[in-house]
C-alpha cells in the first residue's frame, strides 16, 4: 500500500464536477483516500446508517457535506448526523458554495466541525481539498473507529 495511511472519506456532494475536483485533490495527497460519495442527505443517513444498499458501507473518518442538494439538504443532514448517538462523533466539514452568513452560523450550531466556502478556480479548489487532507489527517486527533 506504498506506505500511505488509508482513509475514509463520505462525500455528501449534488455536483459531478465538484465530486471529480475532490478525487482528484484527494489522489495527489499523502494518503490513500477510500472515498465513497452519494447525492444527497437521505442517502448519507442510509450510508451512515449501514441500511440498504449501503449494508457494507464503512464507518467514514470525515464526512464533507455540501449544503444545497435535492431531497435533503445539507442542513437537514447535519443536524440528524449530530442528532444520532452513533453518528455525532464523526467530523463533519461543511464544504459548499454558500457564503451566506446565516449558514455559516447555523452550521456551526447544528454541529459542523468546520465550515469551507469551495473557492471558483480549480487550482484554489484542489489548494483546499489538500488542505482539508493536511490538517484532518496529520494535525488533528481523530476519535477511534468502532
Known amino acids: 500500500m506504498n506506505g500511505k495511511k488509508v482513509v ?10 465538484d465530486v471529480e475536483l475532490t478525487r482528484e485533490g484527494l489522489a495527489a495527497g499523502k494518503l490513500l483516500v ?10 448519507a443517513l442510509s450510508y451512515l446508517r449501514r441500511e440498504p ?9 470525515i ?17 440528524a448526523i449530530k442528532a444520532d ?6 467530523p463533519v466539514v461543511v464544504l ?3 457564503e451566506a452568513e446565516g449558514d455559516v452560523y447555523n452550521c456551526y450550531d447544528l454541529g459542523a466541525s468546520c465550515y469551507i466556502a469551495k473557492p471558483v478556480g480549480f487550482d ?20 477511534p473507529k468502532e
Open 85 to 90: 448517538p452513533q453518528l455525532r462523533s464523526i
Open 96 to 98: 459548499t458554495t454558500s
Open 53 to 61: 444498499p449501503y449494508a457494507e458501507a464503512v464507518r467514514p473518518d
Open 124 to 143: 484554489d479548489f484542489l489548494k483546499v481539498v489538500r488542505s482539508l487532507e493536511e490538517f484532518w489527517f496529520t494535525v488533528v486527533k481523530m476519535p
Open 34 to 43: 477510500n472515498m465513497q460519495t452519494v447525492d444527497d442527505g437521505i442517502k
Open 8 to 17: 475514509d472519506i463520505l462525500l455528501v456532494e449534488d455536483d459531478p464536477g
Open 63 to 79: 464526512i464533507l457535506l455540501d449544503l444545497n442538494m435535492p431531497r435533503m439538504d445539507g442542513r437537514e443532514t447535519l443536524k
